[in-house]
């Protein structure tokens, strides 16, 4: 595995469901704008990170999963 992962189990439930939101978000209210295209890529990286466990910015101030 290259990375460690650095996001605790319910905080990735948290991510993965308001990823989620914000992309329905994105769809739902803002369409095609510029909004919406900032919201939906918030939203992609919200539950990436959720789904993989591993986030760079936490990554980078040295923060350890505690679960």
């Given at each position: ?21 914000l ?25 990436m990170?959720?789904?993989v ?15």
């Amino acid at each position: 595995m290259v990375y460690v992962k650095n996001v605790p189990g319910w905080e990735r439930t948290i991510r993965i469901l308001m990823g989620i939101g914000l992309l329905a978000a994105s769809v739902a209210y803002f369409g095609a704008t510029t909004t919406g295209w900032v919201i939906g890529a918030i939203g992609a990286m919200a539950a990436m990170t959720g789904l993989v466990g591993f986030c760079p910015a936490c990554a980078m101030v040295g923060r350890k999963a505690s679960n």
